[in-house]
Structures are given as C-alpha cells and as structure tokens.
Antibody, heavy 117, light 108 residues
C-alpha cells in the first residue's frame, strides 16, 4: 500500500531554513504528484505547492513562492520541501501528500516545525 | 486563486442528528473537482468525497456530497459518535489548489 514517511520534528531559530523529507513507497514514485500542505497550531489546512516527480516541474502557492523550494530524488523515491527565512508564523505541521492527478488521497504522518526567536 | 468559504464555522449537534456543511467558491470550480476531508485531532485528513459527490473507498453512505459550480454541500445523514471532527472542502481543479477554512462538528 502507499506509504509516505516524513522526517522528524525540527526546532529552528527565526531566519533559519528547514528541510523536510518525504520518502514514498508502495507505488511508482514518478507516476503521481507530491503536494505539501501546512497546518499551523489549531488552524486549517494550507496548500503550499506541488512537484511532479517525473520531470521535477513545480507550482507554488503565491504566499510561499519566494521562500519554498520543492525537489525530489528519484533514486531514493524521496521528495523534499525547503523553506527559508523562517518566522514564528511558520510554526506548524507540514504534510506531504500524494495525489491521483490532483486529488490528494494519501498523506504522510506530518512533521512538526517549531520556530523560536 | 479560488477562495473557498465554509459555513458555519462550528456546528453543535447531537448523535443521530443530520449535519449540513456548506462550501462556497468565489468562482466556478473546474470540472467540479471539489473534495471533502475529515480531520480528527492529531490525525491526518481522511478523504470522504471527491468530484463533489463520489464517496471515497470505505466511506459510509451516511456521507453525501452535492452541488456544482460554486456551491457545494456535505451532508451527514445521522451523526455517529466517531463523526465529530473538523471537515474541510478542497478544490483541486485549478492550481493553486486551495482549502476552505473548515467546519468543526462538535457534540452538543
């Protein structure tokens, strides 16, 4: 079955950068888009962007366009989310998710990123 | 970008009652690619409905999606104790993809 395993929790200082990884198993990695979704504490879901693992093509939400980079390594079936210039507003759980076409149907377990000043 | 507005913000109901959740888009959702997710505390979202009205695998038939264009509804026919959670609508017809702000269904 589809499994997405994310890297562990991170604690960062304001101004730093963070990388979250998402290792996929149970399907053809290059056959489905990977999305990243953020959830601030007690808040709703916020879509950040997608990557096409087949060709590396990306699309970012305007809000994150200048600070986020999505990438992938097809040799290890792993997707990455890099977020720079962190502030306390970036504190939250970051999910990777797999879509069929663009319908998100499988989720990673989430990675808590805490940004402190 | 398509903005999704969910209402009400919170719905206080008793088990066995009917829940009606609304999701309104500021422009038409392409191909009615509108999904509903349920999220319980500490858990990942669970796909309930896609393409506005198709139940995902394993979803009980008490969950019904309806609507098209800009107005969509999720109806839970008779609330079971395990249904109390936060529900999000999500459009995936256009990039950027977007989520609604959520409706919390709580026990009255």
């Amino acid at each position: 079955q589809v499994v997405l395993v994310q890297s562990g929790a991170e604690v960062k200082k304001s101004g730093a950068s963070v990388r979250v990884s998402c290792k996929a198993a149970g399907y053809t990695f290059t056959g489905s888009y990977i999305h990243w979704v953020r959830q601030a504490p007690g808040q709703g879901l916020e879509w950040m962007g997608w990557i096409n693992p087949n060709n590396g093509g990306t699309f970012y939400a305007q809000k994150f366009h200048d600070r986020v980079t999505l990438s992938r390594d097809t040799s290890t079936n792993t997707a990455y989310m890099d977020l720079t210039s962190l502030t306390s507003d970036d504190t939250g759980v970051y999910f990777c998710a797999k879509s069929i076409r663009f319908l998100i149907e499988s989720w990673g377990q989430g990675t808590l990123v805490t940004v402190s000043s | 970008e398509i903005v999704l507005t969910q209402s009400p913000g919170t719905l206080s109901l008793s088990p066995g009652e009917r829940a009606t959740l609304s999701c309104r888009a500021n422009e038409s959702v392409s191909s009615n690619y509108l999904a509903w997710y349920q999220q319980k505390p500490g858990q990942t979202p669970r796909l309930l409905i896609y393409s506005a009205l198709i139940r995902a695998t394993g979803i009980p038939d008490r969950f019904t999606g309806s609507g098209s264009g800009t107005d969509f509804t999720l109806t839970i026919a008779r609330l079971e104790p395990e249904d109390f959670a936060v529900f999000y609508c999500h459009q995936y017809g256009n990039s950027p993809l977007t989520f609604g702000g959520g409706t919390k269904v709580e026990i009255k």
